[in-house]
């Protein structure tokens, strides 16, 4: 019997860029006191995710040449960062609650390290070995939600609370009709990860925290991220979090970012957000010429049918088409509308 877990895995094994992250893990807290992970032990923890697959919750080593590894997402960290985010991820704790199997009512408090074990190499080259505890991976086997997370997107973000962020969304927003979620302020602050005793006041969690992770997720994700403080009082003790899917065009404008440098990121993010709050959004024109570093090249790239024709022969036959049909070349629909008739292309001979 395929479980939910391994199917789950198992269709997003030959994805390259799709990361997968348990429901179960991703709405843990983490306790007022304990450590909380860094941004490279995250990333380096959804690589090994990745790379167990479907064994994610089996009882077994999992190996990795360190070359791989490396060059997956981590291969900019020195070797002493990359040895201690292991490190950090032996020694960071995962609490599951479970009824007690004595006493009926009571709960049962079950802690372990995210890594049972790990094996490498002194010299930094050959395998890495390592094994899931016995707790987490009862949480992999017992989760029946799972994230879908962008292996680049993840890579790219460059604060914790940003990931943490985007990985508490990215659980949500494939949800059927909901938007939205209200989470207690103290709550907010833990699944951020936000270290006891520091941004104590709500001006804090909201410059240095929410909003710098707010505009970093809808920077490089895939959905739109928004936030509105609730009060009780004069007091902010709630926080509703909000979410929608991008459309076409943000979506292969968020493409383009992660497929370009990450010099200047910083500075275009910001001029995006300018931008947005400042001047009207221009409606999309098809061009005249060709369309290959456009964001209707990646919409080409995304639609036709595999092996893709020329993108410049299929935009001029969709010109042709769009003319003849009275179909606009301009405004909110002429991506959807292309979109379409990159559908119905025939594969390149």
């Known amino acids: 019997m395929v479980t939910p877990t391994k199917q789950a895995l198992a269709d997003r094994a030959d994805r390259p860029d799709e990361l997968v992250a348990s429901g179960r893990q991703i709405d843990m807290v983490f306790r007022p006191g304990q450590r909380v992970l860094s941004l490279r032990a995250s990333k380096l923890w959804h690589l090994l995710v990745k790379e167990a697959g479907a064994d994610l919750a089996a009882a077994k080593d999992h190996r990795m040449a360190l070359a791989d590894l490396y060059g997956s997402g981590i291969g900019h960290m020195t070797l002493a960062e990359r040895i201690d985010a292991l490190r950090e991820l032996q020694t960071t704790l995962i609490e599951v609650r479970v009824p007690s199997p004595k006493v009926k009512g009571r709960t049962r408090v079950i802690s372990e390290a995210m890594l049972a074990r790990v094996e490498r190499d002194e010299d930094d080259r050959g395998d890495l070995v390592w094994r899931f505890g016995e707790t987490l991976r009862r949480v992999f086997a017992d989760s029946e939600h799972w994230a879908v997370l962008s292996k680049r997107a993840v890579m790219a973000f460059e604060s914790r609370y940003s990931l943490r962020l985007y990985e508490l969304l990215a659980l949500r927003s494939g949800l059927d009709r909901k938007t939205a979620e209200i989470f207690p302020l103290e709550d907010l602050r833990s699944r951020l990860g936000i270290p006891v005793g520091k941004l104590v006041r709500w001006q804090d969690v909201k410059a240095q925290a929410l909003e710098p992770a707010i505009a970093e997720v809808n920077h490089l994700a895939g959905f739109h991220a928004s936030y509105e403080p609730i009060k009780r009082g004069r007091a902010i003790t709630s926080v509703r979090l909000s979410w929608e899917i991008k459309s076409g065009a943000a979506r292969a404008a968020t493409k383009r970012e992660l497929d370009g440098s990450k010099v200047g990121r910083k500075a275009r993010r910001e001029n995006v957000v300018e931008r947005i709050d400042e001047t009207p959004i221009v409606p999309f024109e098809f061009p005249d010429g060709s369309i290959r570093y456009s964001a209707f090249a990646e919409i080409a790239r995304a639609t036709l049918p595999p092996p893709a ?20 070349l301009s405004g909110p629909k002429v991506i959807e509308i292309f979109a379409g008739f990159c559908k119905t292309q025939k594969a390149a001979s």
Do not use: N
């Not at 024709?309 to 606009?328: I, S, Y």
């Open 309 to 328: 024709r020329d993108l410049d022969a299929v935009a001029h036959d969709f010109r042709r088409w769009a003319k003849a049909g009275g179909k606009p």
